[in-house]
Each structure stands twice: as structure tokens, then as C-alpha cells.
């Protein structure tokens, strides 16, 4: 799954695991992949929140104005 794309973290939800590094050592990666994948992650989240606060009507004003 993770070859083909799918969010490690989505796999860890998906198996249940409380830690990743359980999902780590199911998967066989190494810290180096996981750190790859984790960053992606993060980029991702990152994008969305981005991308959800200038959506919204009047997030720029309240942040300017210090409220």
C-alpha cells in the first residue's frame, strides 16, 4: 500500500497501531523511508490548513487586526 501511494499514517490507522513505529517495523521500512513518508505527511496537512484559512471569510482581517 505504501508503494502505492497510500499515507502512512492512513496505514497505521487502518492497522490499528498506537505508535508508528509498530507500523514501521509491519511495513519493513527503514527510518529514512519513514521520515520521507512522515514529511509528506506533514506537507500535506501543512497545504490543507493553508488552504482552509484563506477560505474562509474573514481569517485575514482578524489575524491583521490581532484578534
Same mark, same amino acid.
Given at each position: 500500500?505504501?508503494?502505492? *501511494?497510500? =499515507?502512512?499514517?492512513?496505514?497505521? !490507522?487502518?492497522? *490499528?497501531?498506537?505508535?508508528? #513505529?509498530?507500523?514501521? &517495523?509491519?511495513?519493513?521500512?527503514? =527510518?529514512?523511508?519513514?521520515? &520521507?513518508?512522515?514529511? *509528506?505527511?506533514?506537507?500535506? &496537512? &501543512?497545504? !490543507?490548513?493553508?488552504?482552509?484559512?484563506?477560505? +474562509?471569510?474573514?481569517? =485575514?482581517?482578524? #489575524?491583521?487586526?490581532? +484578534?
Amino acid at each position: 500500500m505504501l508503494a502505492d *501511494g497510500v =499515507d502512512i499514517r492512513t496505514i497505521q !490507522l487502518m492497522l *490499528g497501531h498506537a505508535d508508528i #513505529k509498530q507500523t514501521q &517495523r509491519y511495513l519493513n521500512i527503514t =527510518d529514512e523511508e519513514l521520515r &520521507r513518508a512522515m514529511t *509528506g505527511v506533514w506537507e500535506r &496537512r &501543512r497545504q !490543507l490548513r493553508l488552504s482552509a484559512s484563506s477560505s +474562509q471569510p474573514g481569517t =485575514d482581517d482578524a #489575524k491583521a487586526s490581532g +484578534q
